[in-house]
């Protein structure tokens, strides 16, 4: 079975913290990807990577900045965490791109509150 | 611009009712595909289907089945004679094809409770 692991199932953090949120994915997989869940809005990409030391912005990066140094570990760095960053933050992976595209692979996700 | 709209917020039925959620999504590809995952409470994302824009065929699977129609830009899951296990965030999903990008754009999710 594929897994995805992150973290931290829950965290708290104050307004101008530096944040780390990692995520592991045991399956050798190229691409991974971070996501946030809002109520309301549904899920929005924040950054994605398709390889090693290779990122590319999502939809909301502002704010955000990603790291992969190794291929199995995809982290989400929140340089100095705001209270609109407070979140469900779900990581995700896949193998590399083919046609038809393989489906994502999800973590549990990391409950992120900023006070 | 790609969009998904699901436009079910919440539903609430009891067991063994039918149920179905609405998806309907917009592109300007011609190739494309169309996903649902289910968020149970523990929040983990799982895949259910995946489909492509040119295999239109209604697809079953057990209690749950799929209609994608293009003429209305729709692909619809209904949940026969649904469980209470049923309950969970579910999400409509498009990725348009081509171009390395497995980038996918997801409705906003439809929260479906089944009651005992």
């Known amino acids: 079975d594929v897994k995805v692991t992150q973290s931290s199932r829950y965290l708290v953090k104050r307004t101008g913290e530096k944040v780390f949120l990692e995520c592991v994915q045991d399956?050798?997989?190229?691409?991974m990807f971070w996501y946030r869940q809002d109520p309301g809005l549904g899920l929005r990409l924040i950054y994605f990577s398709y390889d090693v030391k290779m990122k590319e912005k999502g939809d909301i990066p502002e704010g955000y900045s990603v790291s992969r140094e190794k291929k199995e570990r995809f982290s989400l760095i929140l340089e100095s965490a705001s209270t609109n960053q407070t979140s469900m933050y779900l990581c995700a992976s896949s193998p590399p791109w083919t046609d038809p595209p393989y489906e994502q692979y999800f973590g549990p996700g990391t409950r992120l509150t900023v006070t | 611009a790609q969009k998904v709209t699901q436009a079910q917020t919440e539903i609430s039925v009891v067991e063994k009712e039918d149920v179905t959620l609405d998806c309907v999504y917009e592109?300007?590809?011609?190739?494309?595909?169309l996903f649902w995952y289910k968020q149970p409470p523990s929040g983990e994302l799982v895949f259910l289907i995946r489909?492509?824009?040119?295999?239109?065929q209604n697809e079953i699977s057990g209690r749950y089945s799929w209609n994608f129609q293009k003429s209305t830009s729709s692909f619809n899951f209904t949940i026969t004679a649904s469980q209470v296990v049923d309950s969970a965030v579910y999400f409509c999903?498009?990725?348009?094809?081509?171009?390395?990008?497995?980038?996918?754009?997801f409705g906003k999710g439809t929260k479906l409770t089944v009651n005992p």
């Open positions: 399956m050798d997989h190229e691409n």
């Open positions: 489909r492509n824009s040119f295999d239109e």
């Open positions: 592109t300007r590809d011609t190739t494309y595909y």
């Open positions: 999903a498009l990725s348009e094809a081509g171009g390395g990008s497995e980038k996918l754009v």
